[in-house]
């Protein structure tokens, strides 16, 4: 496994985590794609 897959396989199980235990669960998501965006810009 690269690192890439192991940072994803715990930010998966973190986020999942943290949808369970949050009622609005919208919020969560927009906030993940949110972070996904940003990290995606700073990349490029």
């Known amino acids: 496994m690269s690192e890439i897959e192991i940072f994803w396989g715990f ?3 973190f986020y999942r ?3 369970q235990k949050t009622a609005n ?3 969560v998501t927009r ?3 949110y972070q ?3 990290e995606s810009m700073e990349v490029q």
């Open 11 to 13: 930010y998966g199980a």
């Open 25 to 27: 669960k919208q919020f």
């Open 31 to 33: 906030c993940f794609f």
């Open 36 to 38: 996904l965006e940003m």
């Open 17 to 19: 985590f943290i949808a």
